[in-house]
């Protein structure tokens, strides 16, 4: 039996949230995910988020991410056949460092991409501290959520934390090691604060946190024209120098960004975070100032509309832009007219263009955080 019920509605007094925010849409979302992207297809037995449309790579695949999102999604609504489905699933495709390989074929019978991608492991992680919290125990599983959490993130910390030339940079996985590359939407500090205090190692997380910061100030910069607006590049350097993490990968303010004013915006709504709440105050002035109807899915770094040029004709917008921009905008009533208008279009369900898999999966997490619904659990 769930300790916390879904919804859990609640908001904090140092955040504004949308004046129709309600669980009821957050459940509505929840259930168009679970619809359409969710499925025992391929699964090995458990469950498994597909994507239906990627415009990167095998139709009705599975990355490591969807799977985080999945736990994460299950978690706050109580859903423990969800979360256990999703978990099995991830411990199928683990590497040698215990970390899912990012990619999986459709049929489950392998993986197409391997080594671990830190966004997913840390969502794992901070969805199995929530499991023990929400249920307790082991759930189908022989060993406590606890425990398997606590090894995850000591697999994070010792593969996907840098400790050497960059000293506690978080690193896009653990094939990323000996590079100097970093993805500030990878950054989700109010996790690594969680991490310290569940691992015992406070002070190395801690370190994580602050060289984050550190890292994400120093990408807003006159050379980027983008010291005022907020917009991150996909992926820089320890310098915040724009870089080409891959053969082909943008470095513009693009679909992995569009994610880091949430991560933010969580740090500041759990721990009040003045470092989060600077950085929310440029790109939540950014996006106030385009306007909630007008946020397209793409921007160069100092500002200018870059649509994906993946996206199909009669783009109707994307949910990972416009709910992070404005789950950000939320730690200051100066931008509720923004919040209001942005929750307006996300409720919709509509906002799918390029990924109906990766916008579906934010429309509920937008939902959720917007309305009160995705926080972090007390411990017993």
């Known amino acids: 039996m769930a300790r916390f019920p879904f919804p859990h509605n609640?908001?904090?007094?140092?955040?504004?949230?949308?004046?129709?925010?309600?669980?009821?849409?957050?459940?509505?979302?929840?259930?168009?995910?679970?619809?359409?992207?969710?499925?025992?297809?391929?699964?090995?037995?458990?469950?498994?988020?597909?994507?239906?449309?990627?415009?990167?790579?095998?139709?009705?695949?599975?990355?490591?991410?969807?799977?985080?999102?999945?736990?994460?999604?299950?978690?706050?609504?109580?859903?423990?056949?969800?979360?256990?489905?999703?978990?099995?699933?991830?411990?199928?495709?683990?590497?040698?460092?215990?970390?899912m390989n990012w990619y999986i074929a459709p049929d489950g019978s392998k993986a197409l991409g391997v080594g671990g991608a830190s966004d997913a492991e840390e969502d794992m992680a901070w969805a199995l501290v929530m499991a023990d919290r929400q249920w307790g125990g082991s759930g189908a599983f022989s060993e406590s959520y606890l425990s398997m959490a606590k090894r995850l993130i000591d697999a994070i910390y010792e593969t996907e934390v840098d400790h050497g030339q960059w000293p506690d940079m978080f690193l896009p996985g653990d094939d990323w090691r000996g590079r100097n590359v970093f993805n500030p939407s990878y950054f989700a500090p109010s996790q690594y604060r969680l991490f310290g205090e569940v691992?015992?190692?406070?002070?190395?997380?801690q370190r994580v946190v602050d060289q984050g910061y550190v890292v994400l100030n120093?990408?807003?910069?006159?050379?980027?024209?983008?010291?005022?607006?907020?917009?991150?590049?996909?992926?820089?350097d320890d310098q915040g120098v724009p870089v080409e993490a891959f053969p082909g990968a943008m470095k513009n303010y693009q679909y992995d960004s569009a994610r880091t004013p949430f991560r933010i915006g969580q740090d500041w709504a759990y721990y009040q975070e003045p470092r989060a709440r600077e950085y929310l105050q440029k790109v939540s002035?950014?996006?106030?100032?385009?306007?909630?109807?007008?946020?397209?899915?793409?921007?160069?770094?100092?500002?200018?509309?870059?649509?994906?040029?993946?996206?199909?004709?009669?783009?109707?917008?994307?949910?990972?832009?416009?709910?992070c921009a404005a789950a950000g905008a939320m730690h200051d009533a100066a931008f509720a007219s923004f919040v209001d208008a942005a929750y307006a279009r996300v409720r919709t369900g509509k906002l799918l263009t390029r990924s109906r898999y990766y916008n579906h999966c934010w429309t509920v997490l937008s939902t959720l955080m917007l309305s009160g619904n995705l926080i972090e659990l007390p411990a017993r």
């Open 285 to 323: 002035r950014f996006f106030a100032g385009v306007g909630a109807d007008n946020v397209v899915d793409g921007y160069t770094l100092d500002g200018k509309p870059a649509p994906d040029p993946k996206s199909p004709p009669g783009n109707p917008g994307s949910a990972v832009f416009v709910g």
């Open 218 to 236: 120093r990408s807003l910069n006159p050379q980027n024209g983008n010291q005022d607006n907020g917009l991150v590049p996909a992926w820089c």
């Open 10 to 99: 609640r908001r904090f007094p140092h955040c504004h949230y949308p004046q129709q925010a309600s669980a009821a849409d957050a459940q509505r979302a929840f259930q168009a995910w679970r619809e359409e992207i969710v499925t025992s297809e391929g699964a090995r037995g458990f469950l498994r988020t597909r994507r239906p449309d990627t415009p990167d790579g095998s139709a009705n695949s599975t990355v490591s991410e969807g799977i985080a999102y999945g736990m994460v999604i299950a978690v706050m609504f109580g859903d423990q056949a969800l979360f256990d489905g999703f978990w099995g699933y991830a411990r199928c495709f683990l590497n040698a460092n215990g970390l």
């Open 199 to 205: 691992s015992g190692n406070v002070a190395g997380w």
